[in-house]
């Protein structure tokens, strides 16, 4: 059943439809009184822009709402279909989604991994492809590892909240995301938040910055802007330092602090009736389940040991 993308209240229809598809009209909440779901009458383009912005709503429809239908004024009312026909329909979008992030993360990764020079192009030919084949397959390991850690991670604390909502407070009426509450969408929700990730990470890579290693430092890496505007501020100056290209690793902060944060938005959305305690505790054991893997997929990288430390430290949180 759909919920409201407001205040998580159960509802039966998003909108209702009239002569045609074109003319609807958006279900009213009971409970708020805001409309439903408003992201039915957005296009791709507006839910992907939410998706990078982490709002709540656009998860919700997308995760809940999404092929709903509609109530109809003239002709027949389609059924939704069973609780299988909406899993099913989840898992076929994790499949179309799932393969296309893990060739982009695996892209992203072997493009750090084997930095070109400044205007130097890159060609394409066999020697390139069994080294990212290589980085393909730790990658899909990596990925298949954090998933699982997390959604074991989920299993477990739902299982223990119910028990402790069952001992203590027996008569609590359960919320419609803690009933509609399904497995396969811990991996979607981790895909969904993956995008704010992986679209800055594409960023970088596009304008990746140039690092001056190898070269003599400046004699004042502080820009002109910054002495002239604070002059004495010692403080201020650190944190300019600490922001410069060769100090700050912007794709490991980019890939795991951001992400950590944005995967642990993702599973407020699922788990609203968890203390958001638990919630980091599920990112963290699955963090851990995806340092195990690449302290072991490490080896597959090749046989430079710099490269394997390379991929630990882009790797690892």
Not at 46 to 65: A, E, M, Q, S
Not at 298 to 313: N, T, Y
Request: charged share 20%; with cysteine; proline share 7%.
């Amino acid at each position: 059943m759909p919920i409201c993308t407001s205040c998580t209240h159960a509802t039966e229809f998003l909108y209702t439809t009239y002569e045609s598809e074109c003319n609807l009209r958006l279900e009213q909440c009971r409970n708020c009184k805001a409309f439903v779901d408003p992201y039915v009458e957005f296009d791709v383009l507006t839910l992907f822009i939410d998706l990078i912005l982490l709002k709540r709503g656009v998860y919700r429809h997308l995760l809940y709402n999404r092929g709903t239908p509609p109530r109809r004024v003239v002709g027949q009312t389609k059924d939704e279909g069973s609780e299988n026909e909406r899993e099913i329909r989840r898992w076929e979008i994790l499949n179309k989604m799932g393969p296309g992030l893990v060739f982009l993360d695996a892209f992203i990764r072997w493009t750090y991994l084997n930095p070109t020079p400044p205007g130097d192009p890159r060609i394409w030919n066999a020697d390139m492809l069994k080294p990212f084949t290589l980085v393909l397959s730790a990658t899909v390991a990596e990925t298949l590892a954090f998933h699982l850690g997390v959604t074991f991670a989920c299993y477990c604390v739902l299982k223990l909240v119910d028990i402790f909502r069952t001992w203590r407070t027996p008569n609590r009426p359960v919320s419609a995301v803690r009933q509609q509450f399904r497995l396969s969408l811990v991996p979607l929700t981790m895909f969904y938040s993956s995008l704010t990730k992986y679209f800055l990470l594409l960023l970088l890579t596009v304008w990746m910055p140039v690092s001056r290693s190898g070269t003599a430092p400046p004699s004042d890496p502080l820009p002109a802007w910054a002495i002239s505007i604070l002059p004495d501020n010692h403080f201020a100056h650190g944190v300019i330092k600490m922001l410069d290209d060769d100090r700050l690793d912007r794709e490991w902060v980019v890939r795991n602090v951001l992400g950590g944060m944005s995967a642990g938005f993702g599973l407020r959305v699922i788990l609203d009736d968890v203390q958001p305690f638990f919630t980091t505790l599920i990112i963290v054991f699955g963090w851990a389940a995806k340092t195990f893997v690449a302290q072991v997929v490490s080896g597959w990288i090749g046989v430079d040991e710099a490269l394997k430390q390379a991929w630990l430290a882009y790797s690892i949180p």
